[in-house]
């Protein structure tokens, strides 16, 4: 398998950041990206599995390059000669399997927390992408009220990152890396594509300042079917190995052979047979 090319240490900024972001923290602004040549975007294509995030024939909207050296994860759009663009860490299209563009789902939960994508830590996202693959699995479009009843958003602290965290007594998922190391300083650069500018609408993408966090919604400030859904997920009393969901969800019929397609989708639709995520 080719691995991507990177340096111990990336090299030292070409201008002066600290002028131009004064409100970044000297950790945040130390953070650029050793993915820096087309050779590492390349490698990268190579040693993506199957289902790989981009470089696929339907990727027409995005477009993955590599990052200018020195550059803060923090920076905006005044480095890229004012054209719209998010970073992204290599580790969630690599291990995580996250695609891209965004669906409406994905881009509507970033709103919800204010937060770019850079700025989720990679069990974030993988969490998002189990929930993904569950909810699609049952017939049934993912939620951001439903998920942030089962997850809340917990500071970063010195951290810089923002991570999820379940719900005690409503856990949907384990932990997807117990101590996930070695992606920091390694992410992309996203932008839009000419066949569609608006791919990174309805979401930020430059880092946040200023967070906000509030706590998982309760069932009271729920609609009434996003309710029976939570109600629903908690009664299964099951706790989703995040891992091999994110493994098996790379093809529906894996997934439905490792979840087992009656246990859970007559929960949902006890007076149909059909699954929306199977027939795609």
């Not at 859904?229 to 019929?253: E, S, Y």
């Amino acid at each position: 398998m080719a691995r991507t090319k990177t340096t111990t240490n990336p090299p030292p900024p070409l201008v002066n950041y600290r002028e131009s972001y004064s409100w970044a923290s000297d950790r945040l602004l130390a953070e650029s990206s050793t993915l820096t040549s087309t050779e590492d975007w390349k490698d990268h294509l190579k040693s993506e599995p199957v289902g790989k995030a981009f470089g696929r024939d339907d990727d027409a909207y995005i477009s993955v390059r590599p990052c200018v050296p020195g550059e803060p994860v923090c920076v905006d759009n005044r480095s890229n000669n004012g054209e719209p663009f998010f970073f992204f860490y290599q580790t969630v299209f690599k291990r995580v399997g996250q695609r891209l563009p965004f669906n409406s789902f994905e881009r509507e939960l970033l709103m919800e927390l204010n937060v770019v994508p850079a700025q989720l830590h990679p069990n974030s996202w993988a969490f998002i992408r189990a929930f993904s693959l569950l909810m699609g699995y049952l017939g049934l479009s993912p939620s951001v009220d439903v998920f942030l009843h089962f997850f809340e958003a917990k500071s970063p602290g010195n951290n810089l990152l923002v991570s999820l965290s379940g719900i005690t007594g409503r856990v949907l998922f384990s932990l997807f890396q117990q101590s996930y190391k070695g992606f920091r300083g390694k992410f992309f650069r996203v932008c839009a594509s000419d066949h569609d500018r608006t791919a990174l609408d309805g979401f930020p993408l430059y880092w946040v300042e200023e967070l906000k966090f509030s706590k998982a919604k309760t069932l009271d400030e729920l609609s009434l079917t996003s309710r029976k859904t939570c109600q629903v997920l908690a009664n299964l009393g099951m706790i989703f190995n995040t891992a091999d969901l994110i493994k098996h969800g790379r093809d529906p019929a894996t997934l439905a052979r490792y979840l087992g397609i009656g246990s859970l989708h007559h929960l949902l639709y006890p007076h149909t047979l059909h699954n929306s995520f199977l027939d795609s």
